[in-house]
């Protein structure tokens, strides 16, 4: 499956993309999200400042819970 559809330069943040690979949960659901939703996560995880934050965002992807 191709998690960079609609991303310019097809690539995801690097601790976006691990907190992802490393919960299955949260990288169906991101799968499931639409290319708007999944352009606020892009967006959010871009103004990420420290581990535990990303770890939170991942969280709630991996909870489905992607309103921001």
Do not use: H, W
């Not at 976006?16 to 490393?22: I, W």
Request: negative net charge; hydrophobic residues 35%; aromatic residues 6%.
């Amino acid at each position: 499956m191709d998690y960079t559809d609609g991303l310019q330069g097809g690539v995801l943040p690097l601790g976006l993309a691990f907190g992802l690979a490393m919960d299955e949960q949260a990288i169906n659901n991101y799968g499931k999200l639409t290319e708007y939703e999944k352009e606020r996560i892009l967006a959010e995880s871009k103004n990420v400042k420290s581990k535990e934050e990303m770890q939170e965002l991942i969280q709630r992807i991996s909870d489905g819970d992607t309103m921001i």
